[in-house]
C-alpha cells in the first residue's frame, strides 16, 4: 500500500526547534518530490517547502526562508523538515504529500506542531 506517514511533531517553547520525519512507502515507490504543509487553526492549508528527489532543489515559502529547511535521504524515502526559531504563528499540522512519478499524489494524517509562548 501507498501512504506517507510523518512524526517528530510535538509541543515547543518558542524560540525551540523541531525536526519532522516523513516516510513513503513502499520502498519501491519512484518518488517526483516531496513536499510540506501546514493548516494552522482557522486558516487554509499553505505551502511549506518542497524538495525535488531526483536533482535535489527545494524551494521553500517565503515565509519560512531561513528558519526551515527541508531536507531528503533517497535511500530510506524519507524527507526532513528542520525548524528553527519558531514561533506560536508556526502552530499548525504539518502535513507530508509525496508525489510518484506515476499515480496519485500521497498525503500523511499530519502531525501536530504546538508552539507556546
Known amino acids: 500500500q501507498e501512504q506517507v506517514v510523518e512524526s517528530g511533531g510535538g509541543l515547543v517553547e518558542a524560540g525551540g526547534s523541531l525536526r519532522l520525519s516523513c516516510v513513503a512507502s513502499?520502498?519501491?515507490?519512484?518518488?517526483?518530490?516531496m513536499a510540506w504543509s501546514r493548516q494552522a487553526p482557522g486558516k487554509e492549508r499553505e505551502f511549506v517547502a518542497r524538495v525535488n528527489w531526483i536533482f535535489g532543489r527545494t524551494n521553500n515559502s517565503d515565509d519560512v526562508k531561513g528558519r526551515f529547511t527541508i531536507s531528503k535521504d533517497n535511500a530510506k524515502n524519507t524527507v526532513f523538515l528542520d525548524m528553527k526559531g519558531l514561533k506560536p504563528e508556526h502552530t499548525a499540522i504539518y502535513y507530508c504529500t509525496a508525489k510518484p512519478l506515476i499515480g496519485r499524489e500521497l498525503w500523511g494524517q499530519g502531525t501536530q506542531v504546538t508552539v507556546s509562548t
Open positions: 513502499p520502498r519501491s515507490l519512484s518518488i517526483a518530490d
